[in-house]
């Protein structure tokens, strides 16, 4: 059971609700991530707006699999749960490459790179050294995209310490970090 109340959609702050609805229209549901949120009209503001911009950085698959090796590195049942779902359901990312993606890596090459220096930025709290950063401009990725990464990492670590704090109740398919 989580440890911070996860509010029913109609007990939510009035300045959540708009917020919320925004999230069903897009998800289809309101996991319990955002209901939590949506405590803090001013914290599920700030979240959905940082989201929207990931969502316009990288391609589905790499952000989904970059989630997931974030959330693997911070032992985050919910998110790892959570992501695992949406990269195999929407991003249709393989059942091996999210395996892989725990592991901060990836069948594909190019995303290998990105997934590798977004393990290695959450592993390392951002203290990466020239030899992480050279590699994945290597791979082909700009210095935006260097940027973009550790910005997704960051919002994943956001995610992680939240739903860790919380013990959020999980409403997908239940993946563990120990396992």
Not at 87 to 106: F, M, Q, T
Not at 152 to 165: S, W
């Amino acid at each position: 059971m989580s440890r911070i109340t996860i509010p029913a959609r109609d007990a939510v702050p009035e300045a959540s609700k708009p917020l919320l609805d925004a999230v069903e229209k897009q998800l289809g549901v309101v996991p319990n991530l955002f209901r939590l949120l949506a405590l803090s009209p001013a914290a599920l503001s700030g979240f959905t707006g940082l989201n929207a911009a990931n969502a316009r950085m990288l391609d589905v698959r790499t952000r989904e699999r970059i989630a997931i090796a974030v959330a693997q590195a911070n032992a985050c049942d919910y998110c790892l749960s959570a992501h695992t779902y949406l990269a195999l359901n929407l991003a249709k990312v393989s059942p091996e490459d999210a395996a892989l993606a725990r592991k901060g890596h990836s069948a594909d090459t190019r995303a290998d790179a990105a997934v590798q220096f977004a393990w290695q930025v959450a592993q390392k709290r951002g203290q990466i050294n020239d030899a992480e950063l050279a590699a994945l401009k290597l791979a082909g990725y700009s210095e935006a995209q260097v940027v973009e990464i550790i910005v997704i990492v960051a919002e994943n670590v956001l995610t992680n310490f939240l739903n860790n704090v919380a013990q959020t109740d999980i409403d997908f398919p239940v993946v563990s970090a120990a396992a």
